[in-house]
């Protein structure tokens, strides 16, 4: 190791003097994980012989580092930088805890479509199986995110379950915290790989289309679910965790506070996602005649006719009843999220104030429908006045 003068004592690299009010201590510095790291060693004295013990502690923690058998409870049982690294022993790995959570989703007695989508997430996750617990850092999940080639809210999914999965490592003492909760996946991941929801070509369907879908769906509640879609802009995964109790019969609104995340329900994305949409006449027909199927059944609006179960995510309406419906329609293929971009843009061509449409949407303002809708804000300007005249 090169040395370095630091006042009368020559200290070797990685090595150095920290003075306070109360003396003199030797601080070591490593780096582990891609952390920088530095630790006081406050029982050494600072002389030739502390020096030379603190030398040795260095090339000791750096030599279990490079055979990854470092423990750093074992040499800084105090340290804050357990936060990160977490203090526990190599006794569990990732996959131990991604297994255990999905046993308990399963004695829970979880839907089949739901537990399935577990089991695409626990697959996703696959590159961090075999790492312990202790091992999962910030830096990881990071690279993580942004070596993945899918779609923001399938990234999202993903790391909803293994934070779920992972509490339970929280709960039994093995991390002081959760590293799940210390990474925003939209911050890491490359937006150019695969556009998110958002993302998608806006291509609305028409009228004749919409009529087309209500006639082909196999079932009411197919109808019940596609019309409220079309009429109020929510996306698959609020009218999953919609419910009963979110609706205003005496205002005619539908409070949006919740949304199904890989059969988990939870609070919106943004504070603007939680919003009141006003119904039209068509989204309260379509509550009137699903409030004889399951307003006395369940808490949840939308269920899944097969089953009699609440829709457990996006992903299960697409497959189970979209894809077919719209095959019988003979409509051309569109994935559902385009219900959402066919009520935008009939409320564009409608000419309403664009500050009130991007509050029904979930949109903090209107700077989200330039972003995606530009195009139609300029096919109808100059147009609107005589169109909202003629409604």
Same mark, same amino acid.
């Given at each position: 190791m090169g040395k370095k003068k630091q006042g009368s004592l020559s200290l070797p690299r990685g090595i150095t003097e920290r003075h306070n009010k109360s003396g003199s201590t030797l601080v070591i510095t490593f780096t582990y994980k891609g952390v920088l790291c530095r630790e006081p060693l406050s029982r050494i004295e600072v002389n030739a012989r502390g020096i030379?013990?603190?030398?040795?502690?260095?090339?000791?923690?750096q030599n279990k580092i490079a055979t990854g058998d470092f423990e750093y409870a074992k040499y800084f049982p105090k340290s804050k930088k357990l936060q990160i690294f977490g203090g526990v022993k190599k006794t569990k790995n990732i996959k131990a805890y991604l297994d255990e959570y999905l046993n308990i989703c399963e004695n829970r007695n979880l839907s089949p479509s739901t537990i399935g989508g577990y089991k695409k997430c626990m697959s996703a996750l696959s590159g961090l199986h075999k790492m312990h617990v202790a091992e999962l850092t910030p830096g990881v999940l990071k690279n993580w995110i942004a070596s993945r080639t899918t779609r923001l809210k399938t990234i999202r999914n993903n790391l909803s379950f293994l934070r779920s999965a992972l509490d339970e490592a929280v709960t039994d003492g093995l991390l002081a915290v959760n590293p799940v909760t210390l990474v925003s996946a939209s911050r890491y991941h490359v937006v150019?790989?695969?556009? &998110? *929801? *958002? *993302?998608?070509?806006? &291509?609305?369907?028409?009228?004749?289309?919409?009529?087309?879908?209500?006639?082909?769906?196999?079932?009411q509640e197919w109808e019940n679910l596609f019309r409220f879609a079309f009429n109020t802009g929510l996306r698959s995964s609020e009218l999953c965790a919609l419910a009963w109790d979110d609706i205003d019969f005496i205002g005619n609104t539908a409070h949006v506070q919740n949304a199904s995340v890989a059969g988990v329900i939870k609070g919106t994305k943004t504070k603007a996602g939680t919003r009141n949409v006003e119904l039209n006449n068509e989204a309260l027909q379509a509550l009137q005649a699903q409030k004889a199927i399951t307003f006395m059944k369940s808490p949840y609006i939308f269920s899944d006719p097969k089953t009699g179960a609440p829709w457990a995510n996006a992903d299960a309406i697409r497959k189970k009843a979209w894809v077919p419906t719209l095959k019988k329609a003979g409509v051309r293929y569109r994935n559902p999220? @385009?219900?959402?971009?066919?009520?935008?843009?009939?409320?564009?061509? @409608?000419g309403v104030n664009l500050f009130w449409l991007a509050g029904q949407m979930g949109h903090k303002g209107p700077e989200m429908l330039f972003r995606h809708y530009g195009t139609y804000l300029a096919a109808y300007d100059g147009n609107t006045n005589i169109i909202a005249k003629g409604q």
């Open positions: 030379k013990y603190a030398e040795r502690l260095l090339g000791e923690i150019e790989n695969v556009p &998110d *929801d *958002d *993302d998608y070509e806006v &291509d609305p369907f028409a009228p004749a289309e919409t009529a087309a879908i209500y006639s082909a769906c196999r079932y999220y @385009q219900t959402r971009h066919t009520f935008a843009t009939r409320h564009i061509s @409608q």
